[in-house]
């Protein structure tokens, strides 16, 4: 059984930065695709972004495109989700999740994931 642990999260203001990370222990996850979710009070858990076992293809939704970097350093049995150009609405609890596959198939991502975290409360700031 895996257990996931995320860091990172914190109060930062808009367009900051901050990272991310799922720290993995009790199996190895290198085989494993990984994702990063979140839920904001009130609302239903959604997918934020997953990368494939190796690294080769990431994955984002469209609300955190081209500002979300996920990568993975299966070595150290972690995940990563660099966040850039921080807003509002990205506030939320930040979880990790592992994927009994290898790869990702789009749009299934809240069904193919699971073996959550505790999540990481992150909080910006206008």
């Known amino acids: 059984q895996v257990q996931l642990v995320e860091s990172g999260g914190g109060l930062v203001q808009v367009g900051g930065s901050l990272r991310l990370s799922c720290a993995a222990s009790?199996?190895?996850?290198?085989?494993?695709?990984m994702g990063w979710f979140r839920q904001a009070p009130g609302k239903e858990r959604e997918f934020v972004a997953a990368?494939?076992?190796?690294?080769?293809?990431?994955y984002y939704a469209d609300s955190v495109k081209g500002r979300f970097t996920i990568s993975r350093d299966n070595a150290k049995n972690t995940v990563y989700l660099k966040m850039n150009s921080l807003k509002p609405e990205d506030t939320a609890v930040y979880y990790c999740?592992?994927?009994?596959?290898?790869?990702?198939?789009?749009?299934?991502?809240?069904?193919?994931?699971?073996?959550w975290g505790q999540g990481t409360q992150v909080t910006v700031s206008s």
């Open positions: 999740a592992k994927s009994m596959d290898a790869f990702v198939r789009p749009g299934q991502e809240l069904a193919d994931f699971g073996s």
């Open positions: 009790g199996r190895t996850i290198r085989s494993n695709a």
């Open positions: 990368i494939i076992w190796n690294g080769g293809t990431a």
